[in-house]
Every structure is written in C-alpha cells, then in structure tokens.
Nanobody
C-alpha cells in the first residue's frame, strides 16, 4: 500500500508560480514512476507530467515550457514547479504513483489561478 499526501496548492494570480509537493509512504519510493494529473471542473482527469524511476520525464503539451517535475528519492517526494500560471491551469492536482503496475492516488490539492 502506498499513501500519497499532496501540498502546495492555493490561489494565485495569472503569471505567478506555485510548487506542489507529494510525499509518499513506504520504503520503495525510488522504484515508483510518479506523475501529476489534474482535473478541472466538468472535465476529465488528465496527465500533466510524469517522471520515471530512472528520471525520464514526459510533459503534456499545456505544461511544456512552464512546469517542471522533479523527485527527491531521499525525501520520498515528487515536486511540480509551475511557473507563469494561467487561469486554464485551475484544477485539482493529483499525485500518482505506479508500483508494480498498480496505481495509487493522493487526495488532491486545489490550484486556482485568477486574472
């Protein structure tokens, strides 16, 4: 069982930055592929960025050039640095871990971007 706890969401103005954090339980964090997804009101959940256990990264198009995903295995934490935020980035952001093919999800942290 993997438990994920996100933090760092909030209300910001367009153009500002936020850093989300997700800390995992368990002893095998370094073996997990980690990702951030988001779900805007009335929309399906979508991938934002993924980082593999070998530090390979993938970004969805809306995140390219503005967001950076990183991990600290010693702290069992994955981060999402979000710069130049836009109102369309408003969503609940969820941390995801893949462990032996099984997905785990955090409870989500809300991000609201206003003009």
């Amino acid at each position: 069982q993997v438990q994920l706890v996100e933090s760092g969401g909030g209300l910001v103005r367009a153009g500002e930055s936020l850093r989300l954090s997700c800390t995992a339980s368990g002893s095998f964090f370094s073996t997990y592929d980690m990702a951030w997804h988001r779900q805007a009101p009335g929309k399906a959940r979508e991938l934002v960025a993924r980082i593999t256990n070998t530090d390979g990264v993938v970004y969805a198009d809306p995140a390219k050039g503005r967001f950076t995903i990183a991990r600290d295995n010693a702290k069992k934490t994955v981060y999402l640095q979000m710069n130049n935020l836009k109102p369309e980035d408003t969503a609940v952001y969820y941390c995801n871990a893949m462990n032996m093919g099984r997905p785990y999800w955090g409870q989500g942290t809300p991000v609201t971007v206003v003009e």
